[in-house]
């Protein structure tokens, strides 16, 4: 759970599945995701990313697991780490750097 600063109202509230969860499962209850952002978080020499799936109209982010490379392969058996869902500046904020979705398959970090 996440507060906004400086007001007292919660901005985000999240959780990770307690059974495991995959994108197709995700896929199926809610239908593609609207847009997904690729982060890198690792080094050039340990290059590793993990991805983002949001879901506009129920304002949710799904957090993918990281992976050893800048190009995230995004299968449909992808495991579900997290899902947070926000108040819609919140989410709007954290959606702000993400890209249309384009299918299950490869995504270059950054981009």
Same mark, same amino acid.
């Given at each position: 759970?996440?507060?906004?600063?400086?007001?007292?109202?919660?901005?985000?509230?999240?959780?990770?599945?307690?059974?495991?969860?995959?994108?197709?499962?995700?896929?199926?209850?809610?239908?593609?995701?609207?847009?997904?952002?690729?982060?890198?978080?690792? +080094? =050039? @020499?340990?290059?590793?990313? !993990?991805? *983002? %799936?949001?879901?506009?109209?129920?304002?949710? #982010? &799904?957090? +993918? =697991? @990281?992976?050893?490379?800048? !190009?995230? *392969? %995004?299968?449909?058996?992808?495991?579900?780490? #997290? &899902?947070?869902?926000?108040?819609?500046?919140?989410?709007?904020?954290?959606?702000?750097?993400?890209?249309?979705?384009?299918?299950?398959?490869?995504?270059?970090?950054?981009?």
């Amino acid at each position: 759970m996440s507060v906004a600063t400086g007001e007292e109202k919660i901005s985000g509230l999240g959780f990770s599945p307690s059974e495991p969860m995959t994108v197709e499962n995700v896929a199926e209850a809610l239908g593609p995701p609207d847009a997904v952002a690729t982060i890198p978080t690792g +080094l =050039p @020499e340990a290059p590793r990313s !993990v991805m *983002l %799936l949001f879901y506009d109209r129920f304002l949710t #982010r &799904v957090l +993918l =697991p @990281e992976q050893e490379t800048y !190009v995230y *392969l %995004l299968g449909r058996a992808t495991p579900i780490e #997290r &899902v947070v869902y926000f108040d819609k500046s919140t989410f709007e904020s954290a959606r702000s750097h993400a890209t249309p979705w384009a299918g299950f398959g490869e995504y270059t970090a950054g981009d």
